[in-house]
């Protein structure tokens, strides 16, 4: 995937700055770190498509392959007959170069950390676009992302996730016992298939499992 930019304002905005004056020297690193986080990404992304089989309480896609459980997803997914299950991730050396900085410098370290969320971000926009050309031409569309651990939709599903996409062996993407992704600069998402004629709500802070303690919520972020 090419030509990926990174808005410095996003950025900023994980680091908690409000356009407040920025120090020079500040601005002069994180421009650095933009540089940086582009050249030692290696970007990888999965995708595949499922079918939706809803049940009382929980989401079945392709009879049984994998289960969703919980009232967001099926809330989410209610006006869906399929859906798109993705993962996104940086590469290894991302996560290095960060933990590197750690004991080196960690002013550059927390930058270079907020450039690669801002990245990942990015690059599942991009992955997101693509898919959704695909099914323009069908004269149907995608909702948000939905991922693992956003409302009641539990974190522990995201060894299964990882499975049914074959995500080791396809880009190097695992979950640890406590269902860390790792690489750590790494994404997975569920997003429904719509109909033309069908509304979704729009991505914000309610199924987010951060909701009541976001810093960013707070500062007055979506």
């Not at 650095?32 to 582009?38: G, P, V």
């Not at 309480?57 to 289960?67: C, F, H, K, P, Q």
Request: aromatic share 8%.
């Amino acid at each position: 995937m090419e030509n990926i930019e990174l808005n410095k304002d996003e950025v900023l905005r994980y680091l908690g700055y409000k356009n407040q004056p920025l120090d020079e020297n500040i601005n002069k690193l994180v421009e650095d770190c933009i540089l940086e986080i582009k050249k030692i990404s290696r970007v990888k992304y999965i995708y595949n498509y499922f079918i939706i089989t809803c049940r009382s309480s929980e989401i079945s896609l392709d009879n049984g392959v994998i289960i969703l459980p919980g009232k967001g997803i099926a809330s989410h997914l209610k006006n869906s007959g399929e859906c798109v299950l993705m993962a996104v991730t940086l590469g290894n050396l991302v996560d290095t170069k960060i933990r590197y900085y750690e004991k080196l410098d960690m002013t550059r370290a927390l930058i270079l950390d907020a450039c690669t969320t801002a990245y990942v971000e990015e690059v599942c926009d991009r992955v997101c676009s693509l898919i959704e050309k695909e099914y323009k031409l069908k004269d149907k569309y995608l909702t948000y992302r939905f991922s693992p651990g956003y409302g009641d939709l539990p974190i522990d599903i995201q060894k299964s996730f990882l499975r049914v996409l074959d995500a080791e062996k396809k880009i190097g993407l695992t979950a640890s016992p406590n269902n860390i992704l790792s690489p750590n600069k790494s994404v997975t998402a569920i997003l429904g298939i719509l109909n033309n004629n069908c509304n979704t709500e729009i991505n914000g802070c309610y199924n987010c499992n951060k909701n009541s303690d976001c810093y960013y919520k707070k500062e007055g972020g979506k």
